[in-house]
């Protein structure tokens, strides 16, 4: 006998039946909704990247994270982790002929070997929004807004949600204020990044070990309790225009909000629901100097990642698990065989007239049948018995009226 294989996906992979792959569709239509009605380009790339391309800044979680393995020919290929360096490597390779600001949108697979926990797998889709060769907040304005929109078209209100701000560079001159020198604020970073997953002590480790005095540790801990950004132009200039484009409502600042990525330079934001039950929906920020960490030229950039996992549980909580459409269209079924072509020459007729139609497979009693298609998400349903065929028309009825209309056959 065989070996008995497991019927579940590797750990922390997912499989989308058809129940899944429902929820799935709404959330990538309101990702594609959103990037297109905000004037993004879709782009893509294959999952497969260099490992150099990915190999990371010591300190750096996601480095750990990395699928890579060694193809036949002895590359060292990885599974991207996010899209952020891909695309980098893509706008640097056609920096001459691309005309900037670009703004580029992508749904994209992305693999991290992670700790299994509420939220997070080790493979998930991330809706990415990036706006490269533009200064002005006004590109941190229209990539959160766009978000917004996008959670918006899902059925969430900002009620339900709020995008947490801050900016590096704010963070950074405030340490600078109390003399904690600028080469090792990347180090404050990375420590900082993980309040609120370690306990304090921890933390003022971390940063002593990033060469911090007893002092300066301590006026780190000062600065984190920072609750205005009036100290910010940037800031001050991002709630405003959030203001002007009507979703000031979903903002919040929160000198807490760090991310875990070294490379990003200024606003940095993350989102998540308002109850606080679930872990970040996106994130993202100002990251000016990637282009030239990988060798291409000096180019502003902002963008955030937005995955499908934690967004969909959400959904389920708030809307419930069976609010989202299955099929719809027509079903048509037939009673014996003999009615059999007839339901087929309807179906294949109404489908070149455009329609979305299931044709039952099999003659069935009404019952079952209009019961079956009731609970496949039919909206209409046509059954064909004997007397229609010798009359030359079926009745079409909709499901939710329960209103009949004639249909010839
Ligand atoms: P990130 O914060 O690492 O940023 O990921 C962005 C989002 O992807 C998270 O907020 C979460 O929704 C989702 N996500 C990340 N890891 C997992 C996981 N293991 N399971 C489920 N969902 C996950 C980035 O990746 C940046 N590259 C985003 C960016 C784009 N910044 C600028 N442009």
């Given at each position: ?117 509420k939220g ?40 339900d ?111 998540f629901d308002a109850k606080g039950e679930f872990r ?30 934690v967004?969909?549980e959400l959904?389920?909580s708030r ?91």
């Open positions: 006998m065989a070996e008995k294989i497991s019927f579940e996906a590797p750990r922390g992979m997912r499989d989308f039946y058809p129940a899944d792959m429902a929820w799935r569709n709404k959330v990538f239509d309101a990702f594609r909704a959103a990037g297109e009605a905000a004037g993004f380009e879709p782009y893509d790339s294959c999952i497969v990247e260099s490992y150099d391309l990915l190999a990371r800044k010591a300190g750096e979680e996601v480095g750990d994270q990395i699928y890579h393995f060694f193809d036949k020919s002895e590359r060292h290929i990885a599974l991207r982790a996010e899209m952020t360096p891909t695309l980098a490597r893509m706008v640097a390779a056609r920096q001459k002929e691309l005309s900037f600001p670009i703004k580029w949108t992508a749904i994209a697979q992305c693999f991290r070997y992670e700790r299994m926990t997070r797998k080790r493979e998930h889709y991330q809706w990415n929004l990036d706006i490269i060769g533009e200064d002005s907040v006004l590109a941190e304005v229209e990539v959160i807004g766009t978000a917004v929109d996008a959670l918006r078209r899902m059925g969430l209100t900002t009620d949600f709020k995008v947490r701000v801050s900016s590096r560079r704010f963070l950074s001159q405030l340490l600078a204020d109390s003399g904690i020198a600028p080469e090792k604020h990347a180090q404050v970073f990375l420590a900082l990044d993980k309040r609120g997953k370690m306990p304090d002590s921890e933390i003022a480790a971390m940063l002593r070990d990033g060469g911090l005095t007893e002092p300066e540790v301590e006026a780190t801990f000062r600065i984190m309790e920072t609750k205005s950004y009036e100290g910010s132009p940037e800031l001050v200039e991002l709630f405003r225009l959030a203001e002007v484009a009507g979703f000031a409502d979903a903002l919040v600042f929160d000198i807490g909000v760090i991310r875990g990525l070294s490379y990003y330079t200024g606003i940095v934001f993350e989102c970040a929906i996106f994130g993202g920020g100002r990251y000016d100097n990637l282009l030239t960490t990988i060798g291409g030229e000096p180019t502003p950039a902002v963008g955030l990642g937005f995955g499908d996992v967004v969909t959904l389920k809307l419930g698990e069976d609010s989202v459409s299955r099929t719809g269209g027509i079903a048509v079924g037939f009673m014996t065989d003999s009615e059999r072509d007839a339901a087929l020459r309807l179906a294949s007729r109404l489908r070149r007239e455009g329609e979305c139609v299931n044709l039952s497979l099999r003659s069935q009693k009404p019952k079952k049948f209009f019961s079956k298609a009731g609970e496949s998400g039919a909206l209409k349903a046509v059954f064909i018995g004997p007397d229609d065929v010798s009359a030359g028309v079926a009745r079409m009825k909709d499901l939710a009226t329960r209103q009949e209309t004639e249909l010839p056959l």
